[in-house]
């Protein structure tokens, strides 16, 4: 694999925490029993790891976090003359926790970001390769017209016809890649071709009714996407904007009464609490979006 793998929250270079990692296998193929997924998530993420290995990574890369930040309240600790130690411990168990799950799960989020991409190409491009072979062109050149102007859907299909010009046939290549693929919409069009050809059916049918699927399936969540904002946009109002207002202006009548001022303190939380209140609700709502 040409690219460097991505691991998060690495302390150490990457090569270094592989080095340490072979001394913490049995951690790593425990790990792999209680994530039984992380196999699929690094090989449709293209991650040069076998599963217990990274798992080890894993492990090593939340035990350095952990340790560090424990020395680190420690320090804090003698310089402050303060027992900080139920603290540490309580962190450095909160840490490696954070840690572990943090890696253990990028790749099934670097697999999520890039499913959404392919599925956002994905139309128009089995609308071109179900024009081409419409025309007579066959599958493979077809296949082979796609490998650009597509984003993520052309990187899959020119892995696919490097594959197949490496001498694999073309059957068991676009199995294969179906495994290989993290979008679930893109893995059923492969399986779908792959069993056309097998049974010697019109793969340009097969192409149709994967992109008459595919629309219904996007008009679909573009629907339901749509009846979700109303909601969504009521409980905005509530949280964003009516709460607080009413909320600040029945404070200020309450702190009134008992004749002592609004502490200016309370503003600025106030204040705080609704920046990251707004950040994360278009976020939220953005994350929700279908692709189109």
């Known amino acids: 694999m040409d690219k460097k793998p991505i691991i998060p929250l690495s302390p150490l270079p990457i090569k270094m925490i592989e080095d340490y990692s ?5 951690f790593g193929r425990a790990l792999v029993s209680a994530f039984p997924s992380l196999r699929d998530s690094l090989r449709q993420g293209e991650y040069p790891y ?11 890369i939340s035990l350095i976090n952990s340790i560090a930040i424990l020395l680190l309240i420690e320090f804090i600790s003698m310089v402050g003359q303060i027992n900080l130690l139920l603290i ?22 670097v697999n999520s970001r890039k499913a959404k991409s392919i ?6 491009a ?34 696919i016809v490097q594959i197949i010009n490496a001498g694999t046939p073309e059957i068991d290549t676009l199995t294969e890649s179906a495994s290989s693929t993290p979008s679930a919409q893109f893995r059923k069009v492969l399986w779908q071709i792959s069993n056309a050809l097998k ?6 049918n097969v192409i149709e009714s994967q992109v008459v ?3 219904r399936t996007r ?74």
């Open 50 to 60: 076998a599963a217990k290995d990274y798992a080890s990574i894993a492990f090593v």
């Open 199 to 204: 049974v010697g059916s019109d793969v340009s």
């Open 213 to 215: 699927d595919l629309t």
């Open 88 to 109: 540490g411990i309580v962190a450095c168990v909160l840490v490696f926790i954070f840690s572990l799950i943090t890696v253990l799960a990028y790749p099934s989020i």
């Open 22 to 26: 072979e001394n913490f296998l049995i």
């Open 126 to 159: 089995l609308r071109q390769l179900l024009i081409e072979v419409r025309s007579g062109v066959p599958l493979f050149n077809s296949m082979a017209s796609l490998t650009y102007d597509y984003g993520e859907v052309s990187d899959q299909f020119r892995k």
């Open 219 to 292: 008009v679909d969540q573009i629907r339901r996407y749509g009846q979700e904002l109303s909601p969504w946009t009521m409980i905005y109002m509530m949280a964003a904007v009516i709460v607080p207002s009413l909320g600040v202006a029945m404070l200020i009548v309450v702190i009134s009464f008992l004749g002592s001022p609004l502490p200016k303190v309370v503003l600025y939380v106030i204040l705080i609490g609704l920046i990251g209140f707004q950040l994360f609700f278009l976020n939220f709502v953005s994350s929700r979006r279908p692709t189109i």
């Open 119 to 124: 599925d956002a190409q994905l139309i128009p």
